[in-house]
């Protein structure tokens, strides 16, 4: 049972534009989460960050967007370069140690 | 660099063989956690350590699978009697508490 979803493997957006990177969880005890990219033969690198308490976080050309209704996080990358090709996961916790990871989303930016 | 690193970054195993991967935490990192990414998945927790304490093994596939961080610092994930089914990514990850969590390079484990 997937706890974390990113029902899009892939996704291709041109430079410039806006990259819209979707998940959804269904444990709504889930209080945290949070967005690691992962380039080819690396480790995942943590990107940004969200708790419950907001519905909105921003970082530079990076925002995470949390709808707690609908248990659905976005993050928009505007504007995408071509070096943020990688594929990009969801993680979310519920106040502890133990993240659970959604399966990746592919982001190809056309130069 | 400061931050986790990871050895081998490649492994080959003959199945019912046992293999050592070992994870150097960032200095100072209380917290450590070993994860198993299969290809086209995300990663999946295994196991949590609190300095030399293991708080939580309940990821640990089976019994062949072993971690050990005996002073507080480097961790070592051992796999007894390699199966096929062991092939994946190990990563590595540490933190100074209960906040974010920051990943090695993974170890990538092929069991032949």
């Not at chain 1, 709504?28 to 690396?42: G, I």
């Not at chain 1, 519905?55 to 993050?75: I, P």
């Not at chain 2, 096929?84 to 090695?104: I, K, M, N, P, W």
Request: proline fraction near 5%.
């Amino acid at each position: 049972d997937q706890q974390v979803k990113q029902n899009s493997p892939s996704l291709s957006v041109q430079e410039g534009r806006i990259s819209i990177l979707n998940c959804d969880y269904t444990n709504s005890m889930f209080d945290y989460f949070l967005w690691y990219k992962k380039y080819p033969a690396e480790g995942p690198t943590f990107l940004i960050s969200i708790s419950s308490i907001k519905d909105k976080n921003e970082d530079g050309r990076f925002t995470v967007f949390l709808n707690k209704s609908a248990k659905h996080l976005s993050l928009h990358i505007v504007p995408s370069q071509p070096g943020d090709s990688a594929v990009y996961f969801c993680a979310a916790n519920s106040g502890t140690y133990k993240y659970i990871f959604g399966t990746g989303t592919r982001l190809k930016v056309l130069a | 660099g400061a931050g986790v690193s990871q050895s081998p970054r490649y492994k080959v195993a003959k199945r019912g063989q046992d293999v050592a991967l070992r994870c150097d935490p960032i200095s100072g990192h209380v917290s450590l956690f070993w994860y198993q990414q299969a290809l086209g998945q995300g990663p999946e927790f295994l196991t949590y350590f609190q300095n030399e304490a293991q708080l939580d093994k309940s990821g640990l596939p089976s019994d062949r699978f072993f971690a050990e961080r005996p002073e507080g610092s480097v961790s070592t994930l051992k796999i007894q009697r390699t199966q096929q089914e062991d092939s994946a990514v190990y990563l590595c990850a540490s933190s100074l508490s209960e906040d974010t969590q920051y990943f090695g390079p993974g170890t990538r484990l092929t069991v032949l």
